[in-house]
């Protein structure tokens, strides 16, 4: 029992703000971040309790339970399009919690609101490479692809940025 | 080239979003909670003593003498430790027992182990002691609804001793929220509701007394209001208005 505790306490103190910050980026709400947060290190107990508490790559393990706790809180959202209306209201309610916190400044509000205009995939890389600084390896550990696709995908990724943001 | 740098720049600008401090701390313990649940679960009070009881059998050998000698001067030095001690320590259930025996079996009672676990959970939040933090949690939700309960039996009893111990139970309350002001979140939910329930029927029969009673103007005013606050469910506003009206 310490044992298991003593080894989520390392992972979650590691990982916890990377994994709160992917998913804020994904989600763009504060409230929505915790709780899937939270999720993902509940089903990350869970997992430690029923297997062997050591995980060979846990930063690529969490990264992959956020991305299907992200799935599954779409689903179950069943979210297809978002209106420009709601994102507005979003926008201007993550900017005064933000604001509040002083978490974020209006620019990088911006630069957020291009990323969450991105497809799913695009959005991950570029929060992994370039917010999270991961190594190209690393990425290709969580994705499951090559090292090489990882690289395309992000030139890609950020050639679609581009696109969308006005700087 | 430049244009994607200073693109680059500003995204590895995001990396300052950071969740709340409190919610960290608050979460992590929430979930190893969560985990647990039914895991572990801690003994009785009866077990406990009945536990210790069974080594007295090991006295009928003088050989076991001196150990016993040891065992008291090492309990005397745990006691003293154990009394420092917070939820979530070893030596934590050696002061719980020592709290239970020593405590009479009453209503008011338990309104002052409820401030002692209050004053615990305060210690842990205020010293940021994430290991701590759920046992308090939870010692301190469980005296509040032993307090609960010990209030309804006072409110059909000893009306007049339930009207007194509800003062300090709105300190209880007042110290319970500032402390949730420092942890960003609400603790214990449905212990605070049963609270609440019991603090709207002590509410209800001291209205009830008031209105049979002869009042001067000023104390007619401040009926009133109680019965505004009952109105609107603000019970501890309602309560200082009877305390007004009673002295």
Known sequence: ?167 | MAYEKDLIAKISRLKEIEPRNSWVLFAKTNIQNEANKGVGQKLSLIQEIGHLVSYARYLERPAYIFAVLAFVVLGGIGYKVSQNSLPGDALYSVRSIIEKATTRNDSSATFKIAERRLADLRRVVEGNMVKNLASATEEFNLSVAEVSRGLLALVENEPKKALQVSRELVQLQKGKAQIEQILGATIGEEETSELTNALKVLVEAELNDLQKRTLIDEQEELLKQAFDAYQEEDYQKALENIWMISN
């Not at chain 1, 209006?106 to 991105?118: G, H």
């Open chain 1, 1 to 167: 029992m310490e044992e298991i505790d003593q080894y989520f306490n390392q992972v979650y103190d590691q990982y916890v703000n990377k994994i709160y910050r992917f998913i804020y980026l994904k989600v763009s709400l504060v409230e929505t971040a915790e709780d899937l947060s939270s999720e993902v290190f509940l089903r990350l107990y869970r997992h430690i309790q029923k297997n062997n508490p050591v995980i060979e790559n846990p930063q690529a393990f969490v990264y992959q339970i956020a991305r299907n706790v992200i799935a599954d809180h779409y689903r179950s959202k069943k979210i297809t399009v978002v209106s420009i209306e709601k994102t507005t209201i979003e926008i201007e309610d993550i900017q005064e919690r933000t604001r509040e916190q002083g978490e974020v400044s209006l620019e990088m509000d911006r630069i957020k609101e291009a990323i969450a205009k991105l497809q799913g995939d695009y959005q991950d890389l570029i929060i992994w490479r370039y917010v999270d600084e991961l190594t190209v390896p690393e990425i290709a550990q969580i994705t499951g692809k090559t090292e090489e696709n990882v690289r395309v995908g992000v030139h890609r990724a950020i050639q679609a940025l581009k696109g969308k943001v006005d700087i």
